[in-house]
């Protein structure tokens, strides 16, 4: 496959696509094996870009892309059942919801890239993809869920981001308790934990 190495984590500042693998051709129904396999390898590369966010604040060992995406699907596999909701379909946004990550990497507000540029350079990483995959219907449906995600157009698209945001804070409050070393920062961090609660 003509992509860089999945080991290698993308570059914010300048992402650049890999071009299409010469079997990518468009068909409908389940992607063909060379597809699937050339998808997932680009893939791979969720499992070893670290989150930005939490590499700029020099947090030991922070979580990958893949960590995040991961935690937000099973939220999404145990949350109650909410009235118009399809849980299932929040199982499935959740896993794909930052798969354009993979090409752009995790692109933040610090990077100075507009969003209108982040979104750009998202859609293009997602389209390329959807081509690797083939373009039949699995990517269609990857292409339709992150669209969706990023529109938040749907009820599934508000709980999931919702999702997103609680994943965030879980983290940050598992990091925090790793950092306090005595019983005071623990008991502190944990009333600030709960006056944010009462404030939400």
């Not at 699937?36 to 990958?64: M, Q, Y």
């Amino acid at each position: 496959m003509a992509a860089a190495s999945p080991s290698s984590p993308p570059s914010n500042a300048a992402a650049t696509i890999p071009p299409l693998p010469p079997s990518s051709a468009v068909h409908d129904g389940p992607p063909s094996a060379s597809s699937a396999i050339d998808f997932l390898s680009i893939c791979h590369r969720l499992k070893t870009t670290k989150r930005t966010g939490w590499v700029r604040r020099n947090v030991e060992n922070p979580e990958s892309i893949a960590d995040h995406m991961h935690r937000m699907g099973l939220m999404a596999l145990i949350a109650s059942d909410v009235p118009g909701v399809d849980r299932n379909k929040c199982v499935k946004m959740a896993i794909v919801h930052d798969i354009a990550e993979a090409i752009v990497g995790d692109i933040c507000p610090e990077d100075g890239i507009s969003k209108e540029e982040k979104s750009r350079r998202e859609q293009d990483a997602l389209d390329h993809m959807c081509n690797v995959l083939g373009g039949g219907s699995r990517a269609k449906e990857v292409a339709d869920l992150w669209m969706e995600y990023e529109a938040n157009s749907s009820p599934e698209a508000k709980f999931v981001k919702d999702l997103d945001k609680v994943e965030m804070i879980l983290q940050a409050l598992e990091y925090e308790n790793g950092k306090f070393q005595t019983e005071t920062g623990k008991a502190w961090a944990s009333e600030i934990v709960s006056r944010r609660r009462k404030n939400n």
